[in-house]
């Protein structure tokens, strides 16, 4: 399981803030759609900065990376937004 704190960049820059957001010396990740392609990177949301917090599943790729290789959605039986 992880954790996902997400902070959308109109706040963030109204705000005053002119750098992404850091935790624990980690600067969160910018996620905004890319028109030409069709994988939906921001999830839905508008553009926004996001830091992942890997809880209760070790990920070879450390605490705070993006994705995981250990975690599948193989037995997802919620909704139907596709990735």
Not at 24 to 34: N, S
Not at 56 to 71: K, S, T
Request: a negative charge; proline letters at 7%; glycine letters at 6%.
């Amino acid at each position: 399981m992880a954790v996902e704190a997400l902070v959308f960049i109109k706040a963030s820059e109204a705000a005053g803030n002119t750098a992404p957001p850091t935790f624990a010396g980690r600067t969160f990740d910018r996620m905004q759609d890319d028109p030409a392609t069709a994988l939906d990177k921001a999830h839905m949301f508008e553009p926004h900065y996001d830091l992942h917090v890997w809880l209760y599943r070790e990920n070879p790729r450390g605490v705070f990376a993006q994705f995981n290789p250990n975690a599948t959605c193989q037995h997802h039986q919620g909704g139907s937004h596709a990735h």
